[in-house]
């Protein structure tokens, strides 16, 4: 930037110890002044420990655990919504279903569930929050290991307590095996909210086929309603478009746009306007970021939240949205300013009758 190589130095940390560990490599021996991450939650917050020691920007652009920006790090930065967001999100959500449902919104059971990650459990227990906050009844507030093999004990409690709608929380191979089992179970249920980009995944749809459609994603929308962006988001969003289709061979997923959003941020907002990459001087171009709704490709804009704020460097323009699977696409249905359809298949046809 501005004449300056950029040089990308890559760490592959399957886990929390793994990114503690890259992580200290990459600032002691590559001497990064910056890393960008991650994924998983539990790896953000191992991570991001040994830049706030080593005094090294941390910009976060998936990752959603709540603690992330409530630790008072002034080196962590994240762009995209955080844990109680989605959550709160999907039970906001499972309340506007009801009438679809047939019910009034206090007469609706729900059921929330999630793997027992930092994510996981940020995320449900946000959701279970937010249920009873609403005053819906919560029949079921359950964690389970993300490398669970064999969910049919949850499934067939979950089916004697017969939620209308289940909000659940997974990364990708258990929210394939909880619909499967599901399925294989006869658990039939109103609407199934998931949480998290297990859902939106390729190759959730891949794996889980026919069974996916009319099954709901809370996630950054990976179909953004683009005649609503202003012009120059409409234009890049059509290069980014094109570029990852002749690479990819499909089109983008809401990680994708996410993660494109993150660095596209980063590289124009932060690298390109400070004077050089000093910690200072990174911190003081990324709080000065204003960028409004719609400046990113998911329709989101970025403005962080002060230095001093006990969420700090989160930021308070994430957009966030209900996607469904709609004969295998992933269509955003709510909230209606972002929406590109309206929901289908509510209630969720019994399995039999698919």
Do not use: C
Request: proline content about 5%; cysteine-free.
């Amino acid at each position: 930037m501005k004449g300056r190589k950029v040089v990308f130095a890559v760490a592959d940390a399957p886990g929390p110890t793994q990114g503690n560990a890259e992580a200290t490599r990459l600032i002691v021996r590559e001497k990064v002044p910056l890393i960008v991450g991650t994924y998983a939650s539990s790896i953000a917050l191992a991570a991001s420990e040994v830049t706030e020691r080593e005094g090294v920007l941390y910009w976060e652009t998936i990752a959603v655990a709540d603690k992330f920006t409530q630790r008072g790090y002034g080196n962590s930065i994240r762009l995209t919504f955080n844990a109680t967001m989605m959550g709160e999100t999907a039970a906001d959500f499972s309340r506007d279903l009801a009438g679809k449902l047939g019910k009034k919104p206090e007469e609706l059971k729900i059921a929330v569930i999630s793997e027992d990650s930092e994510f996981g459990q940020s995320v449900g227990d946000a959701a279970a929050r937010r249920v009873k906050a609403n005053g819906q009844k919560l029949v079921a507030d359950e964690r389970y290991s993300r490398t669970v093999t064999d969910l049919s004990s949850l499934v067939l409690s979950l089916k004697a307590k017969a939620p209308d709608v289940v909000i659940a929380t997974s990364y990708l191979n258990d929210g394939v095996l909880f619909v499967r089992q599901a399925r294989e179970l006869d658990f039939n249920m109103g609407a199934l909210v998931g949480i998290g980009t297990g859902y939106a995944l390729p190759d959730f749809l891949a794996a889980t086929g026919a069974n996916a459609e009319g099954i709901f994603d809370v996630d950054a929308p990976a179909t953004p309603n683009v005649a609503n962006l202003p012009p120059e988001t409409q234009k890049l969003h059509a290069e980014f478009l094109d570029r990852f289709k002749t690479l990819a061979k499909r089109d983008p997923g809401p990680l994708a746009l996410i993660s494109f959003g993150g660095f596209w941020t980063l590289f124009n907002e932060v690298l390109a306007k400070a004077p050089d990459t000093k910690i200072e001087s990174l911190r003081k171009a990324a709080y000065a970021i204003d960028l409004p709704d719609g400046a990113l490709l998911t329709g989101a804009g970025v403005k962080l939240k002060p230095e001093g704020d006990k969420e700090q460097g989160q930021n308070t323009r994430a957009l966030i949205s209900v996607m469904q699977w709609q004969q295998g696409k992933l269509e955003v249905v709510w909230p209606k300013s972002v929406a590109v359809k309206e929901a289908v298949s509510v209630p969720l046809p019994e399995w039999a009758k698919r």
